[in-house]
């Protein structure tokens, strides 16, 4: 059975980051056809409807249809602790991160949680992400388990910490990370729409064995991502030189024990050295941008006018709970902002590429989420773009159809989201 999804299309031909708004495309009167839970065709209404004439047919009027959005850095058992207040990275982690991971080793609490955080992803039209657990492998289970039962695309991994600057009750060991990280990959990887990533929490809370056990556990699996934390303020930078006093810099911590690579995500770099960035480029390594997280911990600002001409695939995060944000409308947002502290101003084609295909592409899965192409998967959101009256009132003054959506991105929250859409099902 075919379905037809009618509304304002926004489609990519292009990457928007690199080539600017005309590697986006937007169908005024356009159509979406999902059949098997793919996109079937795009184009349109008129075209559509008369190439479908039996196909069901839902109206969305002048909504816009988009991809799903893409989260490329999320710490779901932080979801509790969300707007928690701190001072300094290492300060939030000890005084709210840390005991709160603690507490996954429980079952029953990681399915809570893991139900709690899907619940509120999907309100916020984000359809696929890529996640840290926490060192007990039932925090992954209870995080696949669930994205599994909704039918979502999502990847996750185990977090490996076996330093003692993490604390006693959140330390594994070399041999645990590795060994508890192969049997999920065999349990988890490539079943159904999951994907394990193998998840060394940062440099400073492992040990060189840890890092070296690691290194060799992806080399057995290169199919699967590996995502870790990367320069993300300056005192943890600091922390590390003091912890590895031979490395070059914070990269060369992982570039020495095998982690650094085409499918490694490496989260907010933000205070990068010009090696660095060589050498995460000529790895073809992928950056996940945070900007809430980044503003809200007092991080820094992220270089995004420097690093995506640098040729580094670059994904949008909300980062939670480190991030104050479910929404990915809100990251836009932040990411504009953060952007414009930089002098440079990012288009709204930009930032909806960055949350969409942007993410898709850091995280490699870019021919099958991301975008509304013929053979995607059907995981889309349907976006009210006068979902308030302020959003309302402004969107009704503007000229062309990104002024008519810039507004929704600075202001949007869970509202605007009316519809979210699953390998084809509408599940909101």
Request: glycine share 10%; net charge negative.
């Given at each position: 059975?075919?379905?037809?999804?009618?509304?304002?299309?926004?489609?990519?031909?292009?990457?928007?980051?690199?080539?600017?708004?005309?590697?986006?495309?937007?169908?005024?009167?356009?159509?979406?056809?999902?059949?098997?839970?793919?996109?079937?065709?795009?184009?349109?209404?008129?075209?559509?409807?008369?190439?479908?004439?039996?196909?069901?047919?839902?109206?969305?009027?002048?909504?816009?249809?988009?991809?799903?959005?893409?989260?490329?850095?999320?710490?779901?058992?932080?979801?509790?602790?969300?707007?928690?207040?701190?001072?300094?990275?290492?300060?939030?982690?000890?005084?709210?991160?840390?005991?709160?991971?603690?507490?996954?080793?429980?079952?029953?609490?990681?399915?809570?949680?893991?139900?709690?955080?899907?619940?509120?992803?999907?309100?916020?039209?984000?359809?696929?992400?890529?996640?840290?657990?926490?060192?007990?492998?039932?925090?992954?289970?209870?995080?696949?388990?669930?994205?599994?039962?909704?039918?979502?695309?999502?990847?996750?991994?185990?977090?490996?910490?076996?330093?003692?600057?993490?604390?006693?009750?959140?330390?594994?060991?070399?041999?645990?990370?590795?060994?508890?990280?192969?049997?999920?990959?065999?349990?988890?990887?490539?079943?159904?729409?999951?994907?394990?990533?193998?998840?060394?929490?940062?440099?400073?809370?492992?040990?060189?064995?840890?890092?070296?056990?690691?290194?060799?556990?992806?080399?057995?699996?290169?199919?699967?991502?590996?995502?870790?934390?990367?320069?993300?303020?300056?005192?943890?930078?600091?922390?590390?030189?003091?912890?590895?006093?031979?490395?070059?810099?914070?990269?060369?911590?992982?570039?020495?024990?095998?982690?650094?690579?085409?499918?490694?995500?490496?989260?907010?770099?933000?205070?990068?050295?010009?090696?660095?960035?060589?050498?995460?480029?000529?790895?073809?390594?992928?950056?996940?941008?945070?900007?809430?997280?980044?503003?809200?911990?007092?991080?820094?600002?992220?270089?995004?006018?420097?690093?995506?001409p640098a040729g580094l695939r670059i994904g949008l995060a909300t980062d939670t709970g480190g991030g104050s944000s479910f929404s990915m409308l809100r990251t836009m947002a932040a990411a504009y902002e953060v952007a414009q502290l930089r002098h440079h101003a990012l288009h709204p084609a930009q930032l909806w590429w960055l949350a969409t295909q942007g993410s898709a592409r850091a995280l490699k899965i870019a021919d099958k989420v991301g975008n509304i192409a013929p053979g995607m998967e059907a995981d889309l959101v349907v976006i009210d773009l006068a979902s308030t009256p302020l959003i309302a009132q402004r969107s009704e003054r503007a000229e062309d159809i990104w002024e008519a959506i810039f507004p929704t991105i600075m202001m949007g929250d869970d509202r605007a989201v009316a519809q979210v859409w699953i390998g084809g099902r509408r599940v909101r």
């Amino acid at each position: 059975m075919v379905e037809l999804l009618l509304g304002q299309v926004l489609r990519f031909t292009g990457d928007a980051l690199a080539e600017g708004p005309g590697a986006a495309q937007v169908i005024p009167g356009g159509a979406v056809a999902i059949e098997g839970g793919k996109i079937a065709a795009v184009g349109p209404a008129a075209d559509l409807r008369a190439r479908f004439p039996q196909a069901k047919v839902s109206d969305c009027g002048r909504a816009l249809i988009s991809a799903g959005f893409i989260d490329a850095h999320v710490h779901y058992p932080q979801t509790a602790i969300i707007a928690s207040w701190g001072k300094r990275l290492i300060d939030w982690l000890d005084s709210y991160t840390f005991p709160e991971e603690m507490r996954f080793s429980d079952p029953a609490y990681a399915q809570m949680i893991a139900r709690r955080y899907f619940d509120l992803a999907l309100a916020h039209g984000t359809t696929s992400m890529c996640s840290y657990g926490t060192i007990h492998p039932t925090s992954v289970t209870a995080f696949f388990a669930e994205a599994e039962r909704r039918g979502m695309r999502a990847m996750a991994g185990k977090t490996c910490m076996d330093r003692d600057t993490a604390p006693a009750g959140l330390r594994d060991t070399a041999r645990d990370a590795y060994d508890q990280s192969a049997a999920m990959i065999a349990d988890w990887h490539g079943r159904g729409r999951l994907s394990y990533v193998i998840t060394p929490r940062f440099s400073p809370t492992s040990t060189p064995e840890q890092l070296e056990a690691l290194g060799a556990l992806w080399a057995e699996h290169p199919e699967c991502l590996m995502q870790t934390h990367l320069s993300e303020q300056v005192d943890e930078i600091a922390w590390v030189k003091s912890l590895y006093p031979r490395a070059r810099d914070y990269l060369d911590t992982y570039e020495a024990f095998g982690l650094l690579g085409e499918n490694g995500i490496y989260g907010h770099a933000i205070h990068l050295e010009p090696r660095e960035i060589v050498r995460l480029r000529e790895a073809g390594a992928a950056l996940a941008h945070c900007p809430t997280s980044n503003t809200f911990i007092g991080s820094g600002l992220f270089d995004m006018a420097g690093l995506g001409p640098a040729g580094l695939r670059i994904g949008l995060a909300t980062d939670t709970g480190g991030g104050s944000s479910f929404s990915m409308l809100r990251t836009m947002a932040a990411a504009y902002e953060v952007a414009q502290l930089r002098h440079h101003a990012l288009h709204p084609a930009q930032l909806w590429w960055l949350a969409t295909q942007g993410s898709a592409r850091a995280l490699k899965i870019a021919d099958k989420v991301g975008n509304i192409a013929p053979g995607m998967e059907a995981d889309l959101v349907v976006i009210d773009l006068a979902s308030t009256p302020l959003i309302a009132q402004r969107s009704e003054r503007a000229e062309d159809i990104w002024e008519a959506i810039f507004p929704t991105i600075m202001m949007g929250d869970d509202r605007a989201v009316a519809q979210v859409w699953i390998g084809g099902r509408r599940v909101r």
